[in-house]
């Protein structure tokens, strides 16, 4: 069985400019998440999608972060503008349903530098 | 929201020595994993373990739900086990994701 998949792996911007990073969850996974991870730190929750709609978004700084999964499969983390302060790893994860407190898996992430 | 705490934050073994890992959480979970980190940044799933014990190898895991705790034993360490090994929690009415600890850091030395 596939993994979760994440590109690019890395990623270097200057500050302002405009990152897009892409995932695609474990086949009939329902669950997809989006996690951001300092470092030193654990991740922290950024989004989560129950198939295409979002449930739970309140920790997203949604002046600069978008994100959307459009078909209730892949899906795609956006920042514009970056601030030097985005720099972390961002995670992706997929679990077969949320409310069945299913397994989460997680892909290798994407590690972003903002300069 | 739910704190979820990890102890020790840093470890250090030499080859084959065992360890004990801890984490507590403050309120009643519905699930909770344990994660190996790389040093990749690759997390990788060790246990999905909301009560009981369970075992795989050398690693094996004990929750104890109605006491808030949970606990991740290392025995026969080896090299590859370096990394950090994060707990992390769901609480049902509190959003469905994975609530994650600051993380153990541990380095086995030959």
């Known amino acids: 069985e596939a993994g979760v998949a994440q590109s690019p792996r890395y990623k270097i911007i200057e500050k302002r400019q405009s990152v897009a990073f892409w995932c695609n969850p474990i086949?009939?996974?329902?669950?997809l998440y989006w996690y951001q991870q300092i470092l030193g730190q654990g991740p922290k929750l950024l989004i989560q999608?129950?198939?295409?709609?979002?449930?739970?978004d309140s920790q997203l700084p949604k002046d600069r972060f978008s994100a959307e999964r459009l078909k209730g499969v892949d899906s795609t983390l956006k920042i514009q503008p970056a601030k030097l302060e985005d720099s972390a790893v961002y995670l992706c994860a997929s679990s077969f349903s949320r409310l069945m407190n299913t397994e989460a898996f997680f892909g290798q992430g994407t590690r972003l530098t903002v300069v | 929201g739910i704190q979820v705490e990890q102890s020790p934050p840093d470890l250090i073994l030499q080859e084959g020595a065992n360890s004990t890992l801890r984490c507590n959480f403050s309120d009643s979970v519905n699930n909770l994993q344990w994660f190996h980190q790389n040093p990749w940044g690759q997390l990788i799933n060790l246990f999905y373990?909301?009560?009981g014990t369970k075992q795989n190898g050398r690693l094996s895991a004990t929750t104890v739900a109605t006491e808030r705790y949970s606990l991740l034993y290392i025995s026969s360490s080896q090299t590859t086990d370096s990394g950090v090994y994060f707990c992390?929690?769901?609480?049902?009415?509190?959003?469905?994701?994975?609530?994650f600890g600051k993380g153990t850091s541990l380095l086995v030395t030959p």
């Open positions: 992390a929690v769901v609480k049902r009415n509190s959003g469905y994701a994975l609530n």
């Open positions: 086949s009939g996974h329902a669950t």
């Open positions: 999608f129950q198939n295409n709609g979002v449930v739970d």
């Open positions: 373990i909301p009560s």
